[in-house]
């Protein structure tokens, strides 16, 4: 039966199958013919409807590029123009985001689509999220070649978090979350202070530009 006779949606049932299943089974683990037979079609259906391996992992990058958009803007209209607080809380989400889809963080899921782990940089959510940030440092004048440095150390940070985090390297007691906003905001008291916007008892220095 064909997608419209049955009124499904296949190619989306398989996209969701397949993120299902790489998070339990991880890159290693990951089999085509496994989808197809949770979503009871032939062996082929994967590939037909993705026209190959690659088609199905972008499509499977696309659907969760937009379900992280969607978290972003709803974090973005509840910040409005503070732009760092819509930073540091959308940081917090693709950390989680990572968490929850530890194989972003596999080199070998972006090689199946050519894109190496540089691919998630072209997402529209990583893009909205990087935004915040530059628009940020932008309203204060700080300079570019200022603010590009210790965007490094957000990166570093998201990255290495969810290391952490998947791997169970955590100390017992730990609060990760907890920890992880206190480094955000260390990088941004750092940035601040370089940038001559605090003084020395942390207070803002400039007047924000208008």
């Known amino acids: 039966m064909t997608m419209r006779e049955t009124?499904?949606?296949l190619e989306k049932d398989l996209v969701e199958e397949a993120i299902r299943q790489i998070r339990i089974n991880g890159m290693e683990g990951f089999s085509a013919r496994a989808v197809a037979e949770a979503c009871r079609v032939s062996c082929a259906a994967p590939f037909k409807h993705f026209d190959g391996r690659r088609g199905m992992f972008l499509a499977m990058s696309k659907y969760l590029d937009d379900m992280?958009?969607?978290t972003m803007e709803e974090i973005e209209s509840r910040w409005g123009s503070d732009y760092k607080k819509s930073h540091l809380e959308m940081n917090m989400a693709y950390i989680r985001f990572l968490c929850g889809n530890p194989f972003l963080?596999?080199?070998s899921?972006?090689?199946?689509i050519d894109e190496k782990q540089a691919?998630?940089?072209k997402w529209k959510s990583f893009r909205k999220m990087t935004k915040q940030f530059f628009l940020y440092c932008q309203s204060y004048g700080i300079p570019e070649e200022i603010y590009k440095s210790y965007y490094f150390n957000f990166q570093t940070l998201a990255y290495g978090a969810a290391f952490v985090v998947v791997n169970g390297l955590l100390l017992e007691g730990g609060d990760p979350e907890r920890d992880i906003l206190?480094?955000?905001?260390?990088?941004?008291?750092?940035?601040e202070q370089n940038a001559g916007l605090l003084s020395?008892?942390?207070k803002f220095e400039k007047i924000k530009k208008i």
């Open 200 to 202: 020395a008892f942390g």
């Open 68 to 70: 992280l958009y969607e």
């Open 105 to 107: 963080i596999n080199e």
């Open 182 to 191: 206190d480094l955000q905001e260390r990088i941004y008291r750092n940035l």
């Open 119 to 121: 691919g998630i940089r």
């Open 7 to 9: 009124g499904r949606d």
């Open 109 to 112: 899921f972006w090689n199946t």
